[in-house]
């Protein structure tokens, strides 16, 4: 794949083990903060986790499949994942929670538990794409 321009970078397969090893460790304290820490701060952190989680997971597949990864902003990294194979839904899932990582962290935007479930499967969608990508490298 030719490069986008500045907006990403050669990497390595190691890149990609990496990410996705990180992308594992966000989406575990997501999980962890939401199930065990009741409150609307707690859903805000867990919320962004999640949106950390399918950053680095879209990383991940990006550097498995085409050896690049985005250094751009984050609203527009999909825009790479969605270039790889079969990577169309998970592209949508990253635009999607990446939308409200900003708001989840910085502003006063509430999580709410149906909002905190929805960023989960929006992370999960891209982690799981990125762990098929990866068992085919």
Known sequence: MASRGGDTRPVELSFARARIEDARAFRLQASLTSEHVPSPSARKAAAS???????????AACAAA??????????????????????????????????????????????????????LRQADTVIEFAETVMRGR
């Not at 986790?49 to 990383?59: C, N, Q, T, V, Y």
């Not at 939308?99 to 479930?117: C, D, G, H, I, S």
């Open 49 to 59: 986790s999640a949106a950390l989680a399918a950053i680095a997971a879209g990383d």
């Open 66 to 119: 085409v050896r690049q990864a985005w250094k751009g902003e984050h609203t527009e990294a999909h825009t790479l994942l969605a270039t790889v194979t079969g990577g169309k839904d998970a592209a949508n899932a990253l635009k999607r929670i990446v939308a409200f990582k900003t708001r989840w962290q910085y502003l006063e935007q509430p999580v709410t538990e149906a909002v905190l479930n929805k960023a």
